[in-house]
């Protein structure tokens, strides 16, 4: 079965700290893809990132960048200097035939 | 720029009775999916749709029933309302068919539904 784990349900940071994200997976497939959305106060989740199981190159994207390690199954998302407009949660999920998504971990960013 | 509408924002309904929350998109995608979000529980799965007049339970179907008449409008309907659907709805569509979903979701702004 196709299981997403975020195991963090709150976490808060002062403005400018470093923070990451953690994300473990469970599929028994070869081929999937793992995303990151955000979800900001307004309610729309927003697209962050997707990844293929064939590509295990870490990603950086300005202040957000990506760890993906198939030997532990884990996906985590690292923020690096830390605003308040990060402040959100955010979602790791898992594709098969539908999304698995994880619970979600709430962000807060103290300014 | 493409999206995918819910019809309401903030909705009040009274027990027992009968909900329609709309969902359209404009990108032309087969899958079409309803969520619920609730604090601690992520987010569930109610139906989801590959195609016109096609639909599949989710993990949380009961209580609920969708209906997909034109490709890009997936309705969701609540056939009686009750307290414990109180709930943030999300809608998702994304490309993919039956072969899957690669390319992720593009998310409605949600319906935040109160039943009192």
């Known amino acids: 079965a196709q299981k997403v784990t975020q195991a963090q349900t709150e976490i808060s940071v002062v403005e400018k700290e470093d923070v990451t994200l953690d994300c473990v997976y469970e599929t028994r497939d070869t081929t999937y893809y793992l995303f990151w959305y955000k979800q900001p106060p307004s309610g729309e989740l927003v697209f962050l990132i997707r990844r293929n199981s064939f590509d295990e190159q870490n990603e950086i994207s300005g202040r957000y960048s990506w760890n993906f390690q198939k030997s532990t199954s884990s996906f985590n998302f690292t923020i690096t200097a830390s605003q308040v407009v990060d402040s959100a949660v955010y979602f790791c999920?898992?594709?098969?035939?539908?999304?698995?998504f994880g619970t979600g971990t709430s962000l807060t960013v103290i300014p | 720029d493409v999206k995918v509408t819910q019809s309401s924002r903030y909705l009040v309904k009274r027990t027992g009775e009968k909900v329609f929350l709309e969902c359209v998109q404009d990108m032309d995608h087969e899958n079409m999916f309803w969520y619920r979000q609730d604090p601690g529980l992520g987010l569930r799965l109610i139906y989801f749709?590959?195609?016109?007049?096609?639909?599949e339970k989710g993990d949380i179907p009961e209580g609920y029933s969708v209906s997909r008449e034109k490709k890009e409008r997936f309705s969701l309907i609540l056939e009686s309302a009750s307290t414990n659907q109180t709930s943030m709805y999300l809608c998702?569509?994304?490309?993919?068919?039956?072969?899957?979903?690669?390319?992720?979701?593009?998310f409605g702004s949600g319906t935040r539904l109160t039943v009192v």
């Open positions: 999920a898992l594709t098969g035939n539908q999304f698995y």
């Open positions: 749709s590959y195609d016109v007049k096609m639909k």
């Open positions: 998702a569509s994304s490309t993919g068919g039956e072969t899957g979903i690669i390319y992720g979701y593009t």
